[in-house]
Nanobody
Framework: QVQLVESGGGLVQAGGSLRLSCAAS???????????MGWYRQAPGKQRELVAT???????NYVDSVKGRFTISKDNAKNLMYLQMNSMKPDETADYYC???????????WGQGTQVTVSS
């Protein structure tokens, strides 16, 4: 069984920064088993949306609204993934979720989410 645990959420003022972390543990030796890892968010009353992804090889992709402000990264040795969020906006208030897709099975795993509130 694989566990993903997010941390780092909290309250931040508009224009401020937060760094989220996602720790992977359980029946894995390395997050390199994941073909893709990513961050999603779900605001109240809205659908969950993709924020950013990072592949096993470190290639990254972002939703247009966060490009230039958010940075996804990972530390394979520590089995951690991060999301550095800068210049945050009130409409980015949401629960942020960590996701990982294993290779070659394609099994997808989710964390329990961490709440981020951006005050205006």
């Amino acid at each position: 069984q694989v566990q993903l645990v997010e941390s780092g959420g909290g309250l931040v003022q508009a224009g401020g920064s937060l760094r989220l972390s996602c720790a992977a543990s359980g029946s894995i030796r390395s997050i390199l088993i994941f073909n893709t890892m990513g961050w999603y968010r779900q605001a109240p009353g809205k659908q969950r949306e993709l924020v950013a992804t990072i592949t096993r090889n470190g290639f990254t992709n972002y939703v247009d609204s966060v490009k230039g402000r958010f940075t996804i990264s990972k530390d394979n040795a520590k089995n951690l993934m991060y999301l550095q969020m800068n210049s945050m906006k009130p409409d980015e208030t949401a629960d942020y979720y960590c996701n990982a897709a294993a290779w070659p099975t394609g099994d997808a795993y989710w964390g329990q989410g961490t709440q981020v509130t951006v005050s205006s």
